[in-house]
Every structure is written in C-alpha cells, then in structure tokens.
C-alpha cells in the first residue's frame, strides 16, 4: 500500500508519460491519462487503487470543468445559433436518450434478470452516450481549418447544447435513483431546489459578483485574485450540495456569474492550470475503474457496444442534420465527427455506477466502449473527406462543380496571384492587387463569405488551398505567385509542399503569427514568410520614429534594412511573470551577469562552443555601453551577456557561461 505522498507521485509520473507517449502519436492527452489509469488500476497492473482522496482530487477537476463551461456560456452566442443549439442540439441528445430506452426495453427479452435495466438505468446511459467530446473533436476541427465551415458550425451548436444538457442530467439522475414509487416527489422536490438555488444564485450573485471582484481587483494581487477565484468556484459548488444538489452544478452557475463580467478572459487564464491537471486526474481515475479482465473476456460484447453506439449516433445525427436542411456531405461529416463518445459522458457514468442504476457489469462493458469510441474518434474524423466521397454522389458533384468553378474563372487568366484564403488580410491583398491591375484568384472554405464576396464581383471560389486539386484548378501553372493569407504553419507547410511539387519555381509568401515558425516556413520554400507581430511592431516604430522627428528615409531604411535581416535585430524578447507558459517554444532574451568565478571569463566569443545549445549571443553590455558580440571578444567579469533562444536552449546555454 503506497503512502499518500508515494501515490501522488506514481499518479504524476505516469501522466507525464502517458501524455508525452500519446503527444507523440499527435493524440488528444485525455486519451493518455485514460490509458495510463487503466494500466496502474487495481484491474491491471495493480500499482493504484481508487482511494477516497484520489476520488475527491478527480471530483474538483469535473468541478473546475463544469466552471470552464459556465464561462463560455454566452446567452448572445446561444441566441445567434439558437436553430442549431436548441433545434438540431436538443433533438439530438432526446433522440439518443430515447433510442436508448427503446433499445433497454427490447433487450429484456435476451439479458438474464440479474442485469436487466429498467427505464431509469436506460435514461441514464442515453445520457451518457449522448455526449460528444468536446475536446478532440474541437482539436480536430481547428487543425484542419474547419471551425467555420457549414459541418463545423453544426458540430459546434450540438456540442453546446449537450454541455449545457449536462446540467439537467446531473439533477435527474441521482433523483431517478430513488424509490420509484417516490420518484414524482423526488424529482420536484429535486426541481424545486434547482429552481432556489439557481434564482438566489443568478439573482443576488449577479449584483455580487461584479461588485466584490472589482473590491478584489482593485488590489493589486495576483494571489489574492487566484484565491478569491477559488473561494467562488468552490464555495458556489458547496451551496448547491448542501441544497442535496451536484457539486458540478454549482461551479457551473459560478462560471455563467463571472462569464458576464469584464474578468471573464483572465479567469480562463488562471483557472486553466487547475482545471487540466485535476481533469487528468479524473479521466486516470476513469481509467481505474476499466476492469481488464472482463472486457477481455467479454469482447465481443464490447465491440458490439462500440460499433452499435457509433453507428448509431452517426447515423442519428446525420439524418438529424438532414433533416435540418443540410446537404448530404455536410450531415455525413457532422455525424462522422460527434459519433463518439465524451468527456461528459465519463462524469455522468460515473454518477449512474455511484447510484447502482446499472450493474457493474453493464458499466464495465460500456465504459471501455466509450474508451474505445474516443481512440477511434481522431482517425475517424481525419478519414471524413473519404467517407464523405465514397458514399456521398453529390459530394462528387459539388467537389467536381467547384473545381469546374475555378477552372472556369482562371481559364484564360495568365500571371495572376493565387490568394489562400480571403478572410480580412486576403481581402485587403485582393484590394490593392485590383487597384495595381493585376489578376488574383482567391480560394477560401466559408461558403457564406464566398457566396458575399462573389455577389460584390470578387474573384473568390470555394476550394481548399491545401488541395492538389484545387491549386490545379486554380492555374497554378500560369500563376505569378502564392499569398497564404491565414495564420497556420501546419497548412501553410502543406501548401507549400504541393505548390513545390505542381510549380517549384514559384514564389509563396506566407503569414505567419510570430517569428517562432519562420525559419521552418524559409525552409520548407516560402520565399518570404510575413510575421504579423514583427509587422506590428515595425509599423509602430517607424509612426514613433517620424512624430519624433526622425527623418522618413532613414526611418523607411531601418524597416527595409530589418526585413532583409529576417527581423534578426527584434526576434526574441525579454519574457515577464505575465507571459503564459505556453510561450516556452518561443524565441525570448535573457540577460546573464558574469561574476569573476564564471567560467566564460576570459575566454573569446567563439570559443565558448554555444552553438550546441541552440542559442546565440545577441549583445553585451560592458558598463553603460551596448556592443555586438564579434567572435573574437574576450569576456570580462562584470559583463552582461544577452541570450537568445527558446527557454530551454538559453537555460543550457546559461549553465555553460556559469558552470
């Protein structure tokens, strides 16, 4: 038996293999905190058990999950897609629930009276296997570009409707627990404390909130927000359970509170290292509960669970989505993606298996159906354009249509720029092109904003730059150059790659967000990658240089010569306690002081052997005076060497002027 401290650390080190082995495989980190529960579970390896203390850290991260929601609760955003949400959403997780119990109801027939499930057992595993995850299934759809296609609209307003039918569920199911001869008063009873607790709590804590945060804020401390933010998560949550209520419910009013004040974003901020370490934990414990055993003895049964729920729902969901007015390929892909199942799934078997709704046995066989579901949900959603293609005639017909569309608008158009992507920076590009006469053909994947700009006389088609196909039809041939106006390394390489295939002489100027990915995109052929933050920055200095009254030649001169240095001179920057962890891989500045017992002292530039550390000497400072750090200066004690590099390099590079 492990001591609580042993635990702990058994619990963190196999996480941190477990996500870094399924990062490798470019799968979503929940799945590894799943696996590696099932592996050091009392069912497996037997390295852990599931203790009260482990259950009570996993039940706080479901509550600081249920509080993320509440915070992108927007009553505007639900409003705006409320045919989605409330139509398409809803008829969707009703539909699913009621399939279920349909589904209960026949099998009694065949299952021994040892584990028959009754309408109440029914109602809650259709809740459960409603849900979708929220998490790959968003990873996916912002990888490939997606998000604002027509599928992923409908994806989205699915997916929020069924995070908002969590909370309902977490009210139901423990009441359908009860006697059933109770079950009418307790649901009311149920009911009515609901419609207390969430009256006082809107109500009151509406005028509260914003009020006592701003009391908060205006002090001036970082731990004292962090804390207050806390005292309300876990002290909304409290209340609901002392009403006889879920933990989850409460942390989900808190986030809706908070979601309508201006402190919305930095809460999302500081909340986030909570919320993902202590969800890692639940999903582990989730995977504790798998008994290996039984799965492998039984598995024929789980694939039939796994196939028949997937099916199931695809099926569901695209006729759902059909019937909703949309085409064929779109209902296809919407289905494909939400056939899995959930993260919110898990929370709410979890409370079925705590009320013994189901037997175990049930739970055991539907659990690893739904581990399953979620490892096969990647590769489905990858596979979608094939599916799509190979059973979706039309799909054929409007991919065929929109490559004869493009065909047909650059046919007799000769050293145009083909523009990926005709968002605001596409747009602009497209603008001045038309103003210097020179022929574009932009490609863009929103339907609606093609639809807007072709009426307007632009030359816009839909089709994805990222296409062989497309780039073919869009003249790639005659075509003078390539604008990828989007901000996506992983999309612009791709482009690249086929521009490189289909017309290697052609220039490609990219786009990118920031100077971490330029040399990547130089190497893979961009003949100028455009960093919109060195831009920026440029942009600004030279307005500040001229009100200042800095001659405008020498100023244009200062920005030409940058650019053709790479932005060499302002890549990397002094990085503060307010910057996010997130911004590791990117290039930053540190300052190193040299005392006399460094061991670079004395020693030449060169000779200091830093290219092993990935980083480089950007200056020195000697006294007040700046100088360049030339490979044959000698350094002195007292110097100041400015480091540039990501984290990692400038820390060995550090250890190496110092050890």
Same mark, same amino acid.
């Given at each position: 038996m492990f001591s609580p401290l042993e635990l702990?650390?058994?619990? %963190? =080190?196999?996480?941190?293999?477990?996500?870094?082995?399924?990062?490798?495989?470019h799968l979503p980190p929940m799945l590894g905190y799943l696996a590696v529960g099932i592996l050091i579970g009392?069912?497996?390896?037997?390295?852990?058990?599931?203790?009260?203390?482990?259950?009570? %850290?996993?039940?706080?991260?479901?509550?600081?999950?249920?509080?993320?929601?509440?915070?992108?609760?927007?009553?505007?955003?639900?409003?705006?897609?409320?045919?989605?949400?409330? =139509?398409?959403?809803?008829?969707?997780?009703?539909?699913?629930?009621?399939?279920?119990?349909?589904? /209960?109801?026949?099998?009694?027939?065949?299952?021994?009276?040892?584990?028959?499930? /009754?309408?109440?057992?029914?109602?809650?595993? /259709?809740?459960?296997?409603?849900?979708?995850?929220?998490?790959?299934?968003?990873?996916?759809?912002?990888?490939r570009l997606e998000l604002d296609s027509q599928h992923g609209r409908k994806i989205i307003g699915i997916l929020l409707f069924q995070d908002l039918a969590v909370v309902p569920l977490l009210i139901l199911i423990p009441a359908l627990a009860q006697n059933p001869a109770d079950l009418p008063r307790t649901l009311g009873l149920a009911s009515l404390k609901a419609a207390v607790v969430l009256l006082l709590l809107l109500v009151l804590g509406q005028k509260v909130m914003r009020k006592w945060f701003t009391i908060v804020?205006?002090?001036?401390?970082?731990?004292?927000?962090?804390?207050?933010?806390?005292?309300?998560?876990?002290?909304?949550?409290?209340?609901?359970?002392? &009403? /006889?209520?879920s933990l989850a419910l409460g942390a989900f009013v808190a986030g809706m509170l908070i979601s309508e004040t201006e402190?919305?974003?930095?809460?999302?901020?500081?909340?986030?290292?909570?919320?993902?370490v202590l969800l890692g934990l639940f999903f582990i414990t989730v995977g504790m509960l798998l008994n290996v055993r039984i799965v492998l003895e039984n598995w024929w049964l789980v694939l039939l669970l796994l196939t028949g729920p997937v099916l199931l729902k695809f099926a569901l969901? &695209?006729?759902?989505?059909?019937?909703?007015?949309?085409?064929?390929?779109?209902?296809?892909?919407?289905?494909?993606?939400?056939?899995?199942?959930?993260?919110?799934?898990?929370? %709410?078997?979890?409370?079925?298996?705590?009320?013994?709704?189901?037997?175990?046995?049930?739970?055991?066989?539907?659990?690893?159906?739904?581990?399953?579901?979620?490892?096969?949900?990647?590769?489905?959603?990858?596979?979608?354009d094939k599916i799509v293609m190979k059973f979706s005639a039309n799909e054929w017909m409007m991919q065929s249509l929109n490559l004869t569309n493009i065909a047909a608008r650059t046919m007799?158009?000769?050293? @145009?720029?083909?523009?990926? =992507?005709?968002?605001?920076?596409?747009?602009?590009?497209?603008?001045?092109?038309?103003?210097?006469?020179?022929?574009?053909q932009a490609l863009d994947l929103d339907p609606v904003r093609v639809q807007e700009a072709q009426a307007a006389g632009a030359n816009v088609s839909y089709g994805d730059a990222a296409r062989r196909e497309s780039l073919v039809a869009a003249g790639i041939k005659r075509a003078s150059a390539v604008v990828i106006t989007y901000a996506s390394t992983p999309s612009a390489l791709r482009v690249l790659h086929l521009v490189h295939e289909l017309a290697p002489e052609?220039?490609?100027?990219?786009?990118?967000?920031?100077?971490?990915?330029?040399?990547?995109?130089?190497?893979?052929? &961009?003949?100028?990658?455009?960093?919109e933050l060195m831009e920026g920055s440029l942009m600004l200095a030279s307005h500040a240089l001229v009100m200042l009254g800095v001659p405008?030649?020498?100023?244009?001169?200062?920005?030409?010569?940058?650019?053709?240095?790479?932005?060499?001179?302002?890549?990397?920057?002094?990085?503060?306690?307010?910057?996010?962890?997130?911004?590791?891989?990117?290039?930053?500045? @540190?300052?190193?002081?040299? =005392?006399?017992? &460094?061991?670079?002292?004395?020693?030449?530039?060169?000779?200091?052997?830093?290219?092993?550390?990935?980083?480089?000497?950007?200056?020195?400072?000697?006294?007040k005076v700046r100088l360049e750090a030339a490979p044959g200066m000698t350094l002195e004690a007292g110097d100041v060497v400015v480091l540039r590099g990501t984290a990692e390099e400038v820390a060995r590079a550090e250890n190496d002027l110092l050890a």
């Open positions: 702990t650390l058994l619990l %963190l =080190g196999s996480a941190v293999l477990g996500v870094v082995a399924f990062r490798m495989m009392p069912h497996a390896m037997g390295l852990a058990e599931n203790s009260h203390a482990t259950e009570l %850290l996993a039940e706080f991260g479901v509550v600081f999950l249920m509080f993320s929601i509440g915070l992108e609760f927007s009553l505007p955003k639900l409003m705006a897609m409320r045919s989605i949400v409330f =139509g398409l959403g809803m008829a969707q997780v009703v539909l699913t629930i009621a399939v279920t119990m349909l589904f /209960g109801w026949l099998i009694h027939f065949v299952l021994p009276p040892s584990i028959q499930l /009754g309408w109440q057992a029914s109602f809650a595993l /259709g809740g459960a296997l409603a849900m979708s995850s929220t998490a790959i299934v968003v990873k996916m759809l912002t990888e804020v205006m002090r001036r401390s970082q731990e004292l927000f962090m804390l207050n933010l806390l005292l309300v998560t876990l002290g909304a949550a409290w209340i609901t359970e002392r &009403a /006889g209520l402190y919305k974003h930095q809460v999302e901020e500081d909340i986030k290292p909570f919320r993902d969901i &695209a006729g759902l989505a059909r019937l909703f007015g949309a085409s064929t390929s779109t209902a296809m892909r919407t289905g494909l993606a939400l056939a899995q199942a959930g993260e919110f799934g898990f929370v %709410l078997l979890n409370v079925v298996g705590g009320m013994k709704l189901v037997d175990p046995f049930v739970v055991q066989l539907v659990l690893a159906s739904m581990v399953l579901s979620m490892l096969v949900a990647p590769f489905l959603i990858a596979q979608s007799s158009t000769q050293k @145009h720029v083909i523009v990926a =992507g005709f968002g605001r920076s596409g747009q602009s590009l497209a603008t001045l092109l038309s103003e210097e006469n020179i022929p574009y052609l220039p490609v100027i990219v786009r990118s967000h920031d100077d971490t990915d330029l040399d990547r995109l130089k190497e893979a052929g &961009a003949a100028e990658v455009v960093p405008l030649r020498r100023v244009v001169h200062r920005v030409q010569r940058a650019r053709e240095e790479r932005y060499a001179s302002l890549r990397g920057y002094f990085h503060g306690a307010s910057d996010s962890s997130e911004e590791s891989e990117m290039v930053r500045l @540190h300052s190193v002081s040299l =005392g006399e017992q &460094a061991s670079c002292v004395g020693k030449c530039v060169r000779d200091l052997g830093l290219a092993e550390t990935g980083a480089e000497i950007s200056a020195i400072r000697r006294g």
